[in-house]
């Protein structure tokens, strides 16, 4: 059974599929799914893909992987959706964003260091790592092993 996933917008054209019914189909048909990777495309920059509660509860319990490549994704709930719904990530990598700058979607490293307890590696953007992020996430995350320090 699938245990890896990469997903890509075409390069022919047309448009990506729906985020929230790949990630219904993907928890349905394929139970052993354990790293995800998709590349998102927008054809316009204010064009956002978002990806709802509902869309990480069921497939995410079980990736150990989660890459949401270098576009801007919004995740409803920011960092504590992540962390609540993907407990068992080692590898995440993303570039989040808030709509309209709501607190609701904001990203904390810290967050993800108390969710995910097995967290190995993690390139996420946008934060703002000043001393006391940086010092707690470290203290918060014992097996991290690489982690990226990006500002976007």
Do not use: K
């Not at 904390?108 to 097995?118: H, K, T």
């Not at 390139?123 to 001393?131: N, S």
């Amino acid at each position: 059974l699938l245990e890896t996933l990469e997903v890509d917008a075409s390069p022919f054209g047309g448009g990506f599929p729906d985020p929230q019914r790949l990630f219904d189909r993907l928890a349905r048909y394929c139970p052993r799914l354990q790293h995800l990777s998709i590349s998102f495309r927008h054809e316009a920059s204010p064009e956002r893909q978002t990806l709802e509660v509902r869309a990480l509860a069921g497939l995410g319990r079980r990736l150990l992987t989660l890459d949401l490549g270098a576009v801007a994704v919004r995740i409803a709930g920011g960092s504590r959706t992540l962390a609540a719904c993907c407990p068992q990530l080692e590898h995440l990598s993303a570039q989040l964003c808030q709509q309209h700058e709501q607190p609701l979607d904001a990203v904390n490293p810290i967050d993800l260091a108390m969710g995910c307890s097995r967290l190995q590696d993690l390139d996420l953007a946008p934060v703002d790592w000043d001393d006391s992020t940086l010092a707690r996430f470290l203290a918060e995350a014992p097996r991290l092993q690489s982690f990226a320090l990006r500002h976007v």
